[in-house]
């Protein structure tokens, strides 16, 4: 399975971006996540979500970003607003096949086999 990013851009801060990562392949019951990193930081959790939807976001995001899937299109999006600098990083999806449809996706980003490049976030104050 391979993962394409896209979606990353410079935008000032308050301002609203979104991030899309489409899979070239179909991963059953997989939970499909968010990371970002910044510079001269480590991969820290965004957001997850699972087979049938039920979504996970850090604490910095909540009410700010939404995470969403489509199944049928292998594809998971990022909606970003209120936008603020420490939001700044690249961002990766990844993704990890699961036993189940229910499965609590993990925040650890070693537990993910799948990643995709990277799409760098800029946000300007």
């Known amino acids: 399975v391979q993962l394409q990013a896209s979606g990353g851009g410079l935008v000032q801060a308050g301002g609203s971006l979104s991030l899309a990562c489409a899979a070239s392949?179909?991963?059953?019951?997989?939970?499909m996540a968010w990371f970002r990193q910044a510079p001269g930081k480590e991969r820290e959790f965004v957001a997850a979500?699972?087979?049938?939807?039920?979504?996970y976001m850090t604490d910095s995001v909540k009410g700010r970003f939404t995470i969403s899937r489509d199944n049928a299109k292998n594809t998971v999006s990022l909606q970003m607003n209120s936008l603020n600098p420490e939001d700044t990083a690249v961002y990766y999806c990844?993704?990890?096949?699961?036993?189940?449809?229910?499965?609590?996706?993990?925040?650890?980003?070693?537990?993910?086999?799948?990643w995709g490049q990277g799409t760098l976030v800029t946000v300007s104050s």
């Open positions: 990844a993704a990890k096949s699961s036993a189940s449809m229910r499965t609590v996706p993990s925040r650890d980003y070693r537990d993910y086999r799948f």
């Open positions: 392949g179909t991963l059953t019951k997989s939970i």
């Open positions: 979500i699972n087979w049938i939807g039920l979504t």
